[in-house]
């Protein structure tokens, strides 16, 4: 390694953790309006398996044009190593977390697996003081999700998914039910419907119930066990954070003038049933923001918010934490340690 490069995860073409190489690549040049981070901890998502992979699961049409090689991963936590000239909110020094150039570097322009990244300022927010980089790293985009779907956009940008805007649902006093509930945004869904004043029902497998009242559910359905369609109604919003062609059967078990977000709506096709059971069916993509990521910094500091940790691994072990991944059923996230 020499003063420009550092290690990084790298692949030279798509396919399996077994493409994810630990190399040296060169430190990222800063540009205006970027900081250098030397980052400490990086969260994982999966659009970092479904990029590994040359996003598969869209039609070719949509699959993203990049070069090789490639850097994955969004999120990250660490310090900053130097700051553009034009920017002015962050110091050298300063512990920080982003979500980086999501979904603009969904094409492998984010760069996270690595020992540095630059990130716009204006996606970076500094670091809850009250929890460490892990935790930290682990965050950004599954909070920013469930932030994003239940209680504030934060941006007006087109919606890819959807001719119309997403909007979210009032909570107070409503009954929400979250699919999915253990994972990386489902853990995060069920406890911002409770901070906004929701009964929340909580569907996973049985393995995650201890942890799922802690987080403030307060009812739990077992989905290995028993069919969730089968025994809710008149729910007032379902977030569906399993998503996919499975999302339809949640429309029975929503009231008229009810709401589901299906936060992975590729395959969700009963749009005419959902018109005539009165079901508002709306979905967003995630959108890098560190004003938000600032605001949530303060419920993840106090600890109104907690972060669960499935497991982490080295940064060089990263296609262990992929295999991990593939096996499904994570409770909370996966993180690789940079230092
Ligand atoms: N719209 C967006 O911008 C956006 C942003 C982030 C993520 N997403 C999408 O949201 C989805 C979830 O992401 P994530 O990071 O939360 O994934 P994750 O951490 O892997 O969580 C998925 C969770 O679903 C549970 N699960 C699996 N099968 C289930 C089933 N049949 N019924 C109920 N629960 C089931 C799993 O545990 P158990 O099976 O043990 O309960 C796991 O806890 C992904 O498809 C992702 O692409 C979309």
């Known amino acids: 390694m020499t003063a420009n490069t550092m290690k990084a995860i790298q692949q030279d073409r798509f396919g399996g953790p077994e493409v994810l190489r630990y190399d040296d690549a060169p430190i990222p040049e800063l540009k205006p309006g970027e900081v250098l981070v030397r980052v400490h901890a990086v969260g994982i998502n999966p659009p970092d398996w479904y990029l590994r992979d040359g996003y598969k699961m869209l039609p ?10 490639l850097i994955l991963g969004t999120d990250i936590s660490g ?9 002015g909110a962050f110091t050298v020094g300063d512990e920080v977390y982003a979500m980086t150039r999501f979904p603009d570097g969904a094409a492998g322009g984010s760069r996270a697996y690595a020992e540095y990244v630059s990130v716009p300022a ?7 003081a009250g929890i460490d980089h892990v935790h930290a790293a682990a965050a950004p985009m599954s909070l920013l999700t469930a932030w994003q779907f239940l209680v504030d956009l934060g941006h007006d940008e087109p919606n890819p998914l959807q001719p119309t805007r997403h909007e979210p649902v009032p909570l107070v006093g409503r009954t929400v039910l979250v699919n999915g509930a253990a994972g990386g945004v489902g ?13 929340v029902i909580a569907i996973a497998s049985g393995k995650h119930e201890t942890l799922l009242r802690e987080l403030g559910a307060d009812e739990i ?14 729910i007032d919003l379902v977030v569906d954070s399993v998503g996919g062609p499975t999302t339809d059967r949640f429309l029975r078990t929503i009231r008229r003038g009810g709401a589901l977000f299906p936060v992975f709506p590729l395959g969700f096709s009963s ?17 890098s923001n560190g004003a938000q990521l600032a605001e949530l910094g303060r419920l993840l500091d106090d600890g109104t918010i907690r972060v669960v940790i499935d497991s982490t691994y080295p940064l060089a072990d990263a296609g262990r934490a992929h295999e991990r991944a593939a096996r499904g059923h994570i409770q909370g996230k996966l993180v690789l340690e940079v230092r």
């Open 187 to 199: 853990h995060f869904a069920v406890q911002v419907a409770k901070l906004k004043g929701a009964r």
């Open 122 to 128: 204006s996606d970076v927010a500094l670091k809850p």
């Open 271 to 287: 749009a005419e049933e959902a018109r005539r059971l009165g079901v508002t069916v709306s979905a967003t993509q995630v959108r």
């Open 60 to 69: 070719p049409a949509w699959r993203p044009q990049l070069t090789f090689p």
């Open 79 to 87: 310090v900053v190593a130097s700051v553009a000239d034009d920017v």
């Open 221 to 234: 359905i077992d989905y290995t066990k028993t069919a969730p369609e089968d025994v809710v109604r008149d």
